[in-house]
Nanobody
Framework: VQLQASGGGSVQPGDSLTLSCSAS????????MSWFRQAPGKRRELVAA???????NYIDSVKGRSTISGDSAKSTVYQQMNSLKSEDTAVYYC?????????WGQGTQVTVSS
């Protein structure tokens, strides 16, 4: 299993970013996938998840500002983030759980600062 995250960057408050996670090593679309983030000095937290059926869930702090989606043809999961805030600054990781094992991408840094 390999998860390759990209799309992070340094932006200003109010800007938008779309994170991508390219997946391989398993049948994409057969599993739930998630985005987590970890800010400096804080625990890693679940930000958004999409089930294999397409149901999405978000933490309250990003609801209305983020959209998680998947493209089976590209084996890629995305997270579009709008109206970014300084508190969104973190390393973002994509995640999948297969047969009880947790797999992580390498992380992509998002920095929101004026």
């Amino acid at each position: 299993v390999q998860l390759q995250a990209s799309g992070g960057g340094s932006v200003q408050p109010g800007d938008s970013l779309t994170l991508s996670c390219s997946a391989s090593g398993f049948t994409f679309g057969n599993y739930d996938m998630s985005w987590f983030r970890q800010a400096p000095g804080k625990r890693r937290e679940l930000v958004a998840a999409i089930t294999r059926g397409g149901t999405t869930n978000y933490i309250d702090s990003v609801k209305g500002r983020s959209t998680i989606s998947g493209d089976s043809a590209k084996s890629t999961v995305y997270q579009q983030m709008n109206s970014l805030k300084s508190e969104d600054t973190a390393v973002y990781y994509c995640n999948i759980v297969l047969d009880g094992k947790w797999f992580w991408g390498q992380g992509t840094q998002v920095t929101v600062s004026s």
